[in-house]
């Protein structure tokens, strides 16, 4: 570690009244709250970046199962063990790893209180807590439906997912799954459809006179025209999707029963329910959300407008029309610690340009993106115009299959980012 | 006694030095496909260590639509002059 003479810090600090810069020198602290996508990348980047930085990483999981990815597990082609990944690599980076969950931020005092019963003091705090489901949101499904209709939408230790796959497995040859899926904004835009993907590549193979019938909230959604391109030409009839206009909003749930409810009235049994419901932002990040359910945050520093000091990364904020995406998560938590780094030193904020690469596997050897390179203009961050977008259409097997191929890189190389 | 303007810079040059290679953070928006100091990862080629201006050029190449791939034409034309240059020179800096 650099470290500044000590004569010299005090004299600066006292002669310019600035605390921050002396703290700095010895060790600020960076707690990051949450460690997934936006708080692992967060921590790390942080010990590799600006290694003046003492780093603490509150996370209650002993280990992390990737949202990212879990379709394929669904689909049998990965294994959760696959996509759990431990903290010991970050630890190794000099990161401490509290496992704990965070109760409450006190931005005035700036704490972090932890359930254990520690308290964290903090010269700058990154919040990365990911999503809370609003159970409730639709009528019946709570904690104990979840078990019988999984949503697999929260990864926790994996126990969702396990439960979907297993009902999958269970399931007799022509049945029938429903997906219930949200309205915008929640986790993942693209991630719903992959999943039907997912488990139509898993049915055609063991169970092909099975349907899935995906339920949708709204009117239409992220790469469309690509997924029902592969849907048509992979799986044929299998795959029904029901927009909201054509009575495709699920509304009530009846987990004893097997039955999704629409708004108006279509009672639909089915064999296996993965319920996805809308979200908001998680518990910690809840008193600093808009009315809306998400954090509010400026588009450079990624401060919440109602905490300043209280940085707010990955899918809790309201970071549109960047998407709730792990990508978007890392890609943004790095310059939050860019901008909490400068900050502490006394100087300006990074000018930020922030990157989504999201691929969705559609079968085999058959995968799509969407790109986005996103720049803070005046009136917050836009996407950059002619940049992006998503692949092109029609019959191009070769495209296909190097997409499937780099989004297995882009897997190993993101969690290793975050992780090694 | 130092003036503030100076002293910031004294702080940040210090507080800079551990790592020697700061990448700017354009560059810290390829490793999330291209590995971990751009070392590469399974289909997704290498950048650390190879020449700056092959870089460049291959960067300006996807951007004006000349080179084939898959989604690097849709990144570039989201880059400036500066950033590629600034991207190129950092990988091309790193073994």
């Known amino acids: ?420 | 006694m130092l003036k503030p303007p100076l002293l910031g810079f004294a702080f940040a040059a210090l507080a800079a030095l551990p790592s020697a290679a700061q990448a700017p953070l354009a560059a810290e928006g390829c490793l999330g496909c291209h590995g971990p100091r751009g070392g590469g990862q399974g289909g997704i080629a290498a950048l650390a260590g190879r020449d700056a201006d092959e870089l460049a050029a291959i960067m300006r190449a996807f951007r004006a639509n000349e080179r084939p791939g898959t989604i690097m034409g849709r990144i570039a034309r989201g880059y400036t002059d500066a950033e590629i240059a600034a991207v190129a020179a950092h990988f091309a800096a790193l073994r």
């Open chain 1, 1 to 420: 570690m650099t470290t500044l003479p000590r004569r010299a810090v005090l004299a600066a600090a006292g002669a310019l009244a600035l605390p921050a810069i002396a703290r700095a020198q010895g060790a600020a602290r960076l707690v990051v709250v949450g460690g997934g996508f936006g708080g692992a990348s967060a921590a790390s980047f942080a010990r590799r970046r600006f290694p003046w930085l003492d780093v603490t990483l509150v996370e209650p999981q002993r280990a992390f199962v990737t949202c990212p990815y879990g379709n394929l597990v669904l689909a049998g082609e990965r294994r959760i063990e696959q996509i759990t990944h431990s903290y010991e690599g970050l630890r190794a980076r000099g990161v401490r790893v509290v496992h704990d969950r965070a109760l409450a931020v006190d931005p005035a005092a700036r704490t972090v209180r932890l359930a254990g019963g520690d308290t964290l003091s903090y010269d700058r705090v990154i919040l990365s807590p990911g999503i809370a489901l609003r159970w409730g949101a639709i009528q019946g499904y709570d904690e104990a439906a979840a078990a019988r209709m999984p949503h697999a939408w929260l990864p926790g230790d994996g126990t969702q997912t396990r439960t979907l796959r297993r009902m999958l497995e269970e399931m007799p040859d022509g049945g029938v799954v429903g997906i219930a899926i949200p309205d915008n904004p929640f986790r993942c835009p693209p991630g719903p459809y992959e999943r039907i993907s997912m488990i139509a590549h898993y049915l055609k193979r063991h169970k092909p006179r099975s349907k899935i019938l995906a339920l949708d909230a709204k009117e239409g959604f992220s790469k469309q025209p690509l997924f029902q391109d592969g849907w048509r030409a992979l799986y044929g009839e299998m795959i029904e999707w029901v927009p909201a206009s054509r009575d495709g909003k699920v509304t009530r749930v009846d987990p004893a029963g097997m039955v999704l409810e629409t708004e108006f009235g279509t009672r639909h049994r089915v064999a296996v329910a993965n319920v996805i419901p809308p979200q908001r932002a998680a518990d910690i990040a809840a008193p600093f959300a808009a009315a809306n359910g998400w954090v509010d945050v400026d588009p450079t520093t990624f401060e919440a407008r109602l905490a300043p000091g209280v940085h707010v990364v990955g899918d809790a904020n309201n970071g549109a029309p960047m998407p709730k995406s792990g990508y978007v998560a890392n890609s943004t938590a790095k310059q939050a610690v860019a901008s909490a780094a400068a900050l502490l030193r006394g100087e300006a904020p990074p000018e930020p340009v922030y990157f989504n690469t999201c691929y969705s596997h559609v079968g085999q050897d058959y995968a799509i993106s969407v790109v986005g390179v996103f720049r803070v203009g005046p009136r917050g961050i836009a996407e950059v115009p002619g940049a992006g977008g998503v692949s092109p259409r029609g019959d191009l097997p070769e495209q296909r299959r190097l997409e499937a191929l780099h989004a297995d890189s882009w897997y190993d190389s993101i969690t290793r980012d975050m992780f090694a």
